[in-house]
């Protein structure tokens, strides 16, 4: 079992960058694909991005590719989300999430692929 715990979001102003950081427990983290989503008020929870268990592969939506980086540090059990150029519709609570499947090839896209979530932290970017 994998326990997740995101840092704190924080507001922002357009334009500008912050990094979350999603911390895990348990001995399996380091063989899971972790998954990084956000959910708008009003709105369905999108994804964001995605990183595999060793970092050697990635994928982005299209609405964050060339702004958000995903990157992640086995030896401290984290996965990092760095958002530069942040636009208004950024806003959301973001969630990191884990794939209980170990060593999987694939990159999850649905939120119901994964097994594991974070509490969610709230990031809000001002105009």
């Known amino acids: 079992q994998v326990q997740l715990v995101e840092s704190e979001g924080g507001l922002v102003q357009a334009g500008g960058s912050l990094r979350l950081s999603c911390a895990a427990s348990?001995?399996?983290?380091?063989?899971?694909?972790i998954g990084w989503f956000r959910q708008a008020p009003g709105k369905e929870r999108e994804f964001v991005g995605a990183i595999n268990w060793n970092g050697s592969g990635k994928y982005y939506a299209e609405t964050v590719k060339g702004r958000f980086t995903i990157s992640r540090d086995n030896a401290k059990n984290t996965v990092y989300l760095q958002m530069n150029s942040l636009k208004t519709e950024d806003t959301a609570v973001y969630y990191c999430?884990?794939?209980?499947?170990?060593?999987?090839?694939?990159?999850?896209?649905?939120?119901?692929?994964?097994?594991?979530w974070g509490q969610g932290t709230q990031v809000t970017v001002s105009s």
């Open positions: 348990g001995r399996t983290f380091n063989m899971t694909n």
């Open positions: 999430a884990a794939d209980a499947r170990k060593y999987y090839s694939g990159l999850a896209t649905r939120w119901d692929s994964y097994d594991y």
